[in-house]
């Protein structure tokens, strides 16, 4: 049956005709068969002004308009169109309600079609697309979008993009299409007729599904274990001299820099001779095929298996995806990679299956997101969370249906041949290199190394991230809204959540004690909520009142305190309280173990659905047993040797409190728990000295008996011709003036060095405060044509996503601060200009930083030289290492903070740096210099 779809994009005045908002510009475009077949498109005299903000978004003035004709005008024709069609509209809802409010006040009957939204659409089909904007779908999907927020041509990508959304839908498996069929009836587009009928088609005809897996009602892309050629890795190829003679030959056309020669050297020999190592890479030197080769050469020779740990998912990916294809092409033999992240990353198919049946919930984000899952499946290899772009409320859905080691049914779940995770491990486990990341790493020393397979040699990648992901592995922390997410998750007996389920499966195998367990239940969970609320909101109260410490930024104030505090007379009521919420709550498990093992006795009655929630029951449980040990931990405070401390949301509910221990030092654990037991881990990074010195490192990470063999690999960069250091001298210091004033002059001095780099400029901060101030304080300064503004926290989106928008225009300023000081990577001319506002000291109330303070000073050293400047010396060089990413990058560093050139310790920022031009002088003689150097740069 052929369908007609109108695609209707509208540009107007505001966002609400009921509020006197008019349209502007109609365009429509009618798509039969696949094709586009008509157009409509024509400016409309809305008999009011155009406001400047809809003038410049859309590029339309009052002049295009003057002369248009009316909407009464254009309504027929309009109409005509539209009659008998599906009406389509990126965002629907907003065109469709606006149009509906013209016709309404032109003297029109209401609309009554079918309604298609191409951003849900878009959401379900596309789930690789960075974002689902029009433009950023135009982009994803290679679409000529000539004018965007002109509604001629919006309409017109609006309508290709549904074509291609529609071809899609036609390609699914037929039994995919099945399983979206009721989900789709809950969201907004009108797919029904769609659906049924590509169903029934598709149904007539033989499908080619040689691509796809079919089981128990769910569609996976087949995945074929690739096949190894085994007699390259033959014993008499595997010496170490022969692997380098071939190595040698195969590397004629391929480009080793000196530093990543050296560094290829410096990890073979640490690695033949079980010794570890500390390697500062700059920025160019290529560290990861610095270690790579070297790493599998010995994976090979040896038979073990080689770990890459990163910091960072992305850098995992980027390993996997760009740097192990070219060692294939590079090494003499073949290798098996695999990459192993966290058992949060993968779903698990047996709860997303049972989470299909499910068919009374009517929540939005949960059914768009089962949606999204089921196409994805299709596509597939990995089952990673980080190949879909969900939304907050898809993440809470992700958080029920991941796999995790409390739920999993092991072998004796059908889909564990096919499980994601599983199948990672298998293939971890018949590796040579291993690429993981910390979390991953420290996860698997905590438990036994029951994670990952045996190792002895491997690399840390981003190892300045080192010890903040070791302390925060072997700490402890709970919070009011973890304990609150378990106890709904029990729920009540009239509930649809774990009780009310398990009192249904007990009275259906007739189990006599399941009256023991649940008469009084409802009125026993409600009461541990109270309990609950009560302990957590006198936690908060105990925080306000003796907290001296606080982060404007997050809006949170701190309290430290130790087992004294936690026995002291003032902190008895919450004591007390504990003493009963943990004792109600031990009534609860020992209540739930009850019908559990009566439940387990008829085991053999069980379907595997209900083998599945007596799982994920037994998880709930270990869950709530874990949580109850972590709060007792942190409310006896027993540890010296960990810190202590309580956060509270000053602006958030009652009870919006987080607890925390962490351990004051890591370098005990990580020489016991990790140095001792492997026989060769390498450390690189382009920023793990200072003052040209690992000293700092080695006594953090506990490397002092070990010994390490360090390596400091200068950049093949020329910072000399490609970088300027330029430091204001007329600038105050924060100490000198005000905040307000001190905002003031920083707004106004960026905008001169602004308006010389013509944007192309990256601003880091320290305080998300600062930085909301001086972004509110350049506006006003700024002519929006002039110069775009893009900041974190005021402009959605992720670091990459600001980053990706960034670059996308000529005149842009990028306002960061914590996350963008490193991993971003601008390069080209899309940044010619660096502007550090203030030296990266972490704040002196940190509890972590204050416990290690003292514990420093106790030991007779000095907390600034030994700690603080060490850690914004790192800091200040992975924001330095932002500007310069290739040999043909060049540009400006300022720095606003005079502490740099007129104290002792701030020449120590300058002496970590690779050697460049310093010029220290008034901002107006720094803006003329920058201007003729950058013109001189330019010059062809």
């Known amino acids: ?197 590509i169903i029934a088609e598709k149904s007539r005809v033989i499908q080619d599904d040689t691509g796809y897996d079919f089981y128990r009602q769910l569609v996976l892309k087949k995945v074929d274990r690739p096949l190894h050629e085994e ?38 020999h640490a690695l033949q001779n079980n010794e570890h190592a500390l390697i500062e890479a700059g920025t160019g030197v290529g560290k990861s095929l610095g270690y790579l080769i070297p790493g599998v050469l010995h994976s090979v020779r040896t038979g073990r298996p080689f770990v890459v740990s990163t910091h960072t998912v992305q850098l995992q990916q980027q390993i996997l995806d760009r740097d192990v294809p070219l060692l294939s092409r590079i090494m003499p033999f073949s290798f098996r990679a695999a990459v192993l992240k966290g058992r949060s990353h993968y779903l698990c198919l047996r709860k997303f299956e049972h989470s299909l049946q499910d068919t009374l919930d009517d929540n939005y984000d949960t059914n768009l997101t089962k949606a999204q899952i089921l196409v994805w499946l299709t596509e597939t290899e990995h089952g990673d969370v980080e190949e879909l772009n969900l939304s907050s409320g898809g993440r809470l859905f992700w958080a029920q249906v991941k796999s995790d080691a409390n739920t999993c049914l092991g072998i004796r779940c059908p889909w564990f041949s096919r499980c994601f995770y599983h ?47 070791v302390s925060d592995h072997f700490g402890t922390q709970t919070d009011y809204f973890a304990f609150h997410r378990l106890i709904e998750r029990l729920g009540t007996t009239d509930s649809s959540q774990a009780a009310s389920r398990l009192l249904q499966l007990a009275n259906l195998l007739e189990l006599p004690k399941s009256t023991d367990v649940f008469t009084d239940w409802n009125d026993k969970l409600n009461e541990l909520k109270q309990e609950l609320d009560e302990m957590f909101r006198l936690l908060k109260w105990f925080v306000l009142n003796g907290s001296k410490s606080s982060a404007p930024d997050t809006g949170k104030v701190y309290l430290r305190y130790s087992s004294e505090d936690t026995g002291s007379p003032a902190f008895a009521p919450v004591a007390e309280m504990f003493d009963r919420f943990s004792s109600m ?68 509910a009652r009870h919006a409190v987080w607890l ?35 000293r700092y490192m080695i006594d953090r990470l506990g490397l002092g008996d070990f010994g390490p063999v360090t390596a400091q690999l200068p950049s093949p960069f020329h910072y000399e011709s490609q970088v300027r250091l330029m430091i204001p001298s007329d600038l105050p210091l924060i100490s000198e003036v005000d905040a307000k004033t001190f905002t003031s002059m920083v707004s106004r001095s ?33 002519d929006e044509e002039e110069l775009v503004l893009i900041a974190q926290g005021i402009d959605s989106g992720s670091r990459a996503r600001l980053t ?100 002792r310790y701030g020449r120590s920022f300058i002496s970590s740096l690779p050697k460049l031009p310093v010029d220290i002088k008034p901002l107006h003689e720094l803006t003329s210099s920058l201007s003729s150097w950058l013109k001189e740069k330019e010059r062809p």
């Not at 005509?80 to 389509?88: C, R």
């Not at 982009?139 to 000539?146: A, S």
């Not at 420093?856 to 010396?873: E, K, V, W």
């Open 804 to 903: 990706k928008n960034f670059k996308k225009f000529d005149r842009a300023v990028l306002f960061g601060t914590s996350s963008f000081w490193e991993g971003i990577d601008i390069p080209g001319d899309s940044l010619t200009c660096l502007v550090i506002v203030r030296l990266p000291f972490s704040p002196p109330d940190n509890p972590v930083t204050n416990a290690r303070s003292e514990k420093i000073r106790a030991a007779g050293g000095n907390p600034f030289y030994d700690l603080s400047l060490p850690q914004a010396i790192i800091r200040f060089k992975q924001g330095f290492g932002r500007l310069v990413r290739s040999q043909s990058d060049y540009g400006a560093v300022f720095v606003f903070d005079r502490r740099i050139t007129e104290t």
């Open 750 to 782: 960026l905008y001169e060095i602004a308006k010389v780099t013509k944007g192309r400029m990256l601003v880091l901060f320290t305080s998300y405060e600062m930085l909301r101030e001086t972004h509110s304080l350049f506006k006003e300064l700024a």
């Open 660 to 694: 925390y221990a962490k351990p004051v030092e890591i370098a005990d654990i990580l020489a016991d728990e990790f140095f001792a037991k492997k026989k060769s881990v390498v450390m690189t990074s382009a920023t793990i000295s200072v003052r040209n010195s690992f």
């Open 585 to 652: 709550v031990r009534d609860m498990l020992k209540r739930l173990r009850l019908i559990t093992k009566a439940v387990m006795e008829k085991e053999d009655h069980l379907n595997f659905q209900q083998k599945g929630f007596m799982a994920d029951l037994t998880g709930l449980r270990s869950d709530l047993e874990e949580e109850l040990s972590s709060l007792s931990h942190l409310l006896t405070a027993p540890g010296h040797d960990e810190v202590y401390w309580l956060e509270a949301d000053i602006k958030g």
């Open 1 to 197: 049956m052929k369908r007609r779809y109108v695609v209707v994009d509208l540009e107007t005045t505001g966002n609400s005709p009921a509020r006197g908002d008019r349209i502007i510009q109609v365009g429509a475009v009618c798509v039969e068969d696949g094709e586009i077949v008509s157009r409509f498109s024509s400016f409309v005299q809305p008999g009011i002004s155009i406001p400047p903000f809809i003038e410049q978004l859309t590029g339309i003035d009052d002049q295009m308009v003057k002369g248009a004709p009316t909407f009464e005008e254009i309504a027929p024709e309009l109409l005509q169109m539209m009659d008998g069609a599906y009406f389509v509209a990126h965002n629907v809802s907003f065109d469709y309600s606006f149009l509906q409010g013209e016709l309404e006040a032109a003297g029109y009957m209401p609309l009554s079609m079918p309604l298609l939204d191409t951003v849900e659409l878009s959401r379900i089909l596309l789930h690789d697309a960075d974002g689902y904007q029009l433009n950023q779908l135009a982009d994803h999907l290679g679409l000529v979008h000539l004018n965007p927020h002109q509604a001629d041509s919006d309409a017109e990508v609006t309508a290709e993009l549904l074509m291609h959304l529609l071809y899609k839908l036609k390609q699914l498996p037929v039994v995919t299409l099945e399983r979206l069929e009721p989900i789709l009836k809950k969201l907004q587009s009108s797919t029904e007729r769609i659906l049924s009928d």
């Open 231 to 268: 007699e390259d890795r033959d014993a008499a190829e595997t010496t170490a001299v022969l692997l380098r003679e071939k190595l040698k030959q195969h590397m004629v056309q391929f480009e080793v820099r000196e530093s990543q020669k050296t560094m290829m050297e410096t990890v073979e």
């Open 423 to 469: 199948r990672k491990r298998r293939e971890a486990h018949g590796a040579d290199l291993i690429i993981t990341n910390h979390a991953m790493l420290f996860t698997d020393i905590k438990s036994d190394s029951q994670l990952l397979p045996a190792y002895k040699e491997a690399v840390i990648d981003e190892a300045h991230h080192l010890e903040e992901v």
